[in-house]
C-alpha cells in the first residue's frame, strides 16, 4: 500500500528526522564527548506540558524548546554580528581552551543541529570548537 500524504505528514510529526533529513549525518557528532555532554544537558530540560508528544528544537544553551516545525519555518540560528554570543560546548571543556580568558565568547557562531528521536538539539559553538569536532568525528558534518 503507498503512503498517503497525511500518513507521511503523520510520520513526520512523530520523528524529527521526517522534518530535518539533511540534518541526519550529524547525529555522528554525538560520538564526540564534549558535543555529546551539551546535548544531553539540552535534553535534560523541561517540556513544556503543551508541547509534549510534540517533536521540539531544544537548545544546549538552556533556552525554551520550540516546536520543530516552527524552527524548521524559521531557524532560530544565531548570527554573525557585533554582540558577543556565547559557545554551548568551550565553558566545558577540560583541556587547553579552558585556560584562555573569554573562551567561551565568540562573534561567528558555527551552527549545528543534531537529531536525537522525536527532537532535535541546536547546539552553537565557535570557529575552533566547530573546527575540532570536525577532526574528531570524521564525517561531513551539515551546518546551519
Known amino acids: 500500500m503507498t503512503p498517503t500524504y497525511a500518513d507521511t505528514l503523520e ?6 528526522r521526517g522534518l530535518v533529513p539533511w540534518a541526519e549525518p550529524n547525529a555522528d ?3 564526540w564527548e564534549p558535543l555529546e555532554q551539551a546535548v544531553l544537558r539540552a535534553l535534560a530540560g523541561p517540556v513544556p506540558p503543551h508541547m509534549e508528544g510534540v517533536p ?6 538552556g533556552r525554551e524548546a520550540i516546536t520543530l516545525v516552527e ?15 556565547t559557545c554551548d560546548i568551550s565553558p566545558w571543556l577540560r583541556d587547553d ?4 580568558a573569554g573562551a567561551h565568547q565568540m562573534r561567528e557562531p558555527n551552527t549545528l543541529w543534531v537529531p ?6 541546536q547546539v552553537t559553538m565557535r570557529n575552533y570548537v566547530a573546527s575540532r569536532l570536525q577532526d574528531e568525528v570524521g564525517t561531513a558534518l551539515v551546518w546551519c
Open 29 to 31: 557528532a554525538l560520538a
Open 11 to 16: 510520520a513526520t510529526v512523530r520523528d524529527a
Open 56 to 61: 521540539l528544537l531544544r537548545f544546549a544553551d
Open 71 to 85: 524552527a524548521v519555518m524559521d531557524p532560530p540560528v544565531p548570527r554573525a554580528g557585533r554582540a558577543w554570543l
Open 97 to 100: 581552551l579552558a585556560h584562555l
Open 116 to 121: 536525537c528521536g522525536a527532537s532535535v538539539v
